[in-house]
DNA sequence: TATTGTTATACTCTATAACTATA
DNA sequence: TATAGTTATAGAGTATAACAATA
């Protein structure tokens, strides 16, 4: 077993010297969610969910419909009904109608998602500044930066959650 | 439909301005992974399958068991052993005897499977270099070494790939 | 006819547990 | 007893297709 661990170490620090910043998106990606998932989870939600229940915040002035949630957040349709299943479940979300289209609903927080999304946004951001530690508060600017840049604003293919 | 789609790019406007690190990494880290993954498709293997294969072809001259190698990619033994089944199939890979653990077996490249590792290496840097364009020389060098910076060494908590 | 949302279904990825063969 | 690897299996997450209600 130590024999493998060591094997193992080995071939990351191989990995992160090849600069391929596929792998090193994605291992920076995992590190992070995995942090951030364990906090959400404590609270009784998950990060996929804290990402739903973030995106009805930001919108309580314009209501979206569940379309549009998955469109923004790049997952499909079904899979957005599933989560939003989940988060009314909870009692975080309500699906209301839409007075305009009777076929669409509107997802809304409910007084207990909202409070829920404020705390975690907290407790998150702690734990990304925790993630963040080994740069300094620019060099994080500077990450987030290039991150936005190289995002592909178009089209999402697949799911991004 | 136009107005799903106007509202989702509202959406992902906010998402971006927000800085959460972990949306950003994720959708970097999606969008790479979409176009390399294309690729590796249009050559009979997909992104995890050349992971694997460039693992392998870093460590010729010391081979490594399927254990290490796990550890290594972030993957359960039991995800190796299925990783390795659709290599070994496709004839890119053979497991060998370890002479000194009887236990063991030592997965390694194939003539096919070098020489597609080696194509695919420089098509996969070409998708990478064209998903970077936004991006300086030197800014996608700063940006991997934040990358590397904030990628956590010790061990792994669940699958990275 | 086209679209919103749901359900049913299937496929992939992942890990746990039970097993084997070694150590 | 412990470890390397396989198999069986179960749980997520995802998407396609068929459907109901509405546009």
Redesign the interface.
């Known amino acids: 077993m130590e024999?493998?661990?060591k094997?193992?170490?080995?071939?990351?620090q191989?990995?992160?010297q090849?600069?391929?910043?596929?792998?090193?998106?994605?291992?920076?990606?995992?590190?992070?969610?995995?942090a951030?998932d364990a906090e959400a989870n404590a609270h009784g939600t998950s990060?996929r969910g804290q990402?739903v229940l973030?995106?009805l915040a930001?919108?309580l002035g314009r209501p979206?419909?569940q379309?549009?949630?998955?469109?923004?957040?790049?997952v499909d349709k079904t899979t957005m009904t599933a989560l939003l299943d989940k988060l009314e479940r909870s009692g975080l979300v309500v699906r209301t109608p839409d007075p305009h289209d009777r076929r669409a609903r509107i997802p809304v927080l409910t007084e207990a998602g909202r409070e829920l999304q404020a705390k975690l946004y907290v407790q998150?951001k702690a734990v990304?500044e925790h993630?963040?530690a080994?740069?300094s508060p620019d060099?994080?600017e500077?990450?987030?930066s290039?991150?936005?840049?190289?995002?592909?604003?178009q089209h999402?293919?697949?799911s991004?959650?």
């Open positions: 024999d493998s661990v094997a193992a170490e080995e071939i990351t191989q990995c992160l090849h600069s391929d910043v596929n792998w090193l998106l994605n291992r920076a990606a995992h590190g992070l969610r995995e951030m990060i990402i973030s995106a930001q919108n979206y419909s379309l549009a949630l998955g469109h923004a957040l790049g998150l990304e993630s963040l080994p740069l060099e994080r500077v990450l987030r290039l991150l936005r840049r190289i995002i592909p604003m999402i293919e697949g991004c959650m």
